[in-house]
């Protein structure tokens, strides 16, 4: 089971559905605190700016990134559930949860879970340079980036709200 939220909603989220593992992706200064009944091992915390092309100052989402999110998702057993969250639940996580879909289920047709997404999440507008990445490392051969393309960018929200992309 595998949740999205915004970091507003976190700790409700991880409580509601009894997450025991968390993704953040945020802002490399934000200050998340692991939410109670997450053990600190099983929260990832990748930061960086939701950007997609390099701006002075600010950090952009890299293939090490991916890679650590690839390798704890990888890890994570799967008998509780997972959370992703970014700052608003919309670009960043949503793309955390598209990569999770698709690294865990290899076999899945990538536009079926970028529409299953969309279903799930009307305002998701997943980070097109994460997703690149995370094509290119899966060797999805652009197929990852077509999919998101073609579900386009979410509706207009200031936050998302909290859904399930099953993995299934």
């Known amino acids: 089971m595998l949740y999205v939220c915004s970091l507003s909603r976190l700790n409700e989220t991880v409580s509601r559905v009894g997450a025991t593992h968390v993704v953040t992706l945020i802002n490399a200064e934000a200050d998340v605190p692991t939410p109670a ?3 600190t091992d099983n929260h990832l915390f990748l930061g960086f700016n939701d950007i997609v092309s390099p701006v002075a100052g600010l950090t952009p989402p890299a293939e090490a990134h991916v890679e650590r999110l690839l390798s704890f998702v990888r890890s994570w057993e799967r008998a509780s559930p997972l959370v992703v969250h970014c700052w608003a639940g ?6 955390g949860a598209y ?4 690294a ?3 076999e899945r047709n990538e536009h079926d879970l970028a529409q299953e997404l969309r279903r799930r999440a009307p305002s998701a507008t997943p980070n097109g340079r994460l ?3 995370a094509d290119k490392i899966l060797q999805r051969d652009g197929r990852m980036i077509d999919a998101v393309r073609e579900i386009g960018r979410g ?3 200031f936050e998302g709200t909290p859904f399930e992309m099953p993995l299934d």
Do not use: E, H, Q
């Open 37 to 39: 009944g997450v053990d």
């Open 90 to 95: 919309i670009s960043r996580s949503t793309a």
């Open 99 to 102: 990569i999770t879909a698709c």
């Open 104 to 106: 865990l289920n290899p």
């Open 131 to 133: 997703v690149a990445m």
């Open 155 to 157: 509706a207009t929200a």
